[in-house]
């Protein structure tokens, strides 16, 4: 079979990853794509490394057997987790990873205020910590960790009072105290809370998301190794889950922001 054919697979600690799915099927629709949520063992972010790291290896190994032709972690705390080692073990086709779209937030004007929302394990981490030493003299940056967030959005809820009250607990003792610039969706569920994010924020701040930067280099990196799908029939989705009663979900949180 011509590699060009096969899909391209996404993973996700839960339903989150959609957010980047999205961005790539509106960028790449040609392509067929499988995607994998692990809703049964999410959240991760509050999880060990060690842990997560585990779960990420073989669940993407499961993928992989399954014949794919790139591998896209659409989870900013996996990415932090396991990257590497996924980089060294699967060398035959591109795998990309989700970081915080901190670059984008630090360069927008002249030292802006930027919250960066994600999950403990990924402001804990390494590669978050480098991430920041990157922009430190750029912006003012103030990780926030946000735990309990993401299992909204596994509950498919994304503005009830709840969800509000949640995200005012978060950001309001910062809102309220400096004048914010820009926030960071570290975290590939929160970008389906960004309308409630919105209305506590205000117009006046920008809100930045990994989803689109990340489908522009998985189409980067489909280009360069020759393995992007030509024009023809829009591509299919498929969902598999570890719960599979989220897979009606997946497909509304999909269809809602296509
Ligand atoms: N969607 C994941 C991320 O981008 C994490 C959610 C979780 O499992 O805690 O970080």
Known sequence: MDKKNLPIAFFDSGVGGISVLREAVKLLPYEDYLFFGDSANAPYGTKTLQEIRQLTLTHAHRLYETGIKALVIACNTATSAAINDLRSIYTDIPVIGIEPALK?????????????????????EKKFHDLLGHYADKADVIPLACPGLMEFVEQGRTDDAEVISCLSDLLSPYLSSRTVDAIVLGCTHYPFVEPAVRKLAGNHVRIFDGGPGTARELRRRLTENGLLHGCGNPGTVTFKNSLPEKIELSERLLQASL
């Open 104 to 124: 984008p937030a630090a360069l927008m004007s002249p030292h802006p205020t930027v919250i960066v929302m994600a999950t403990p394990l990924t402001v804990r």
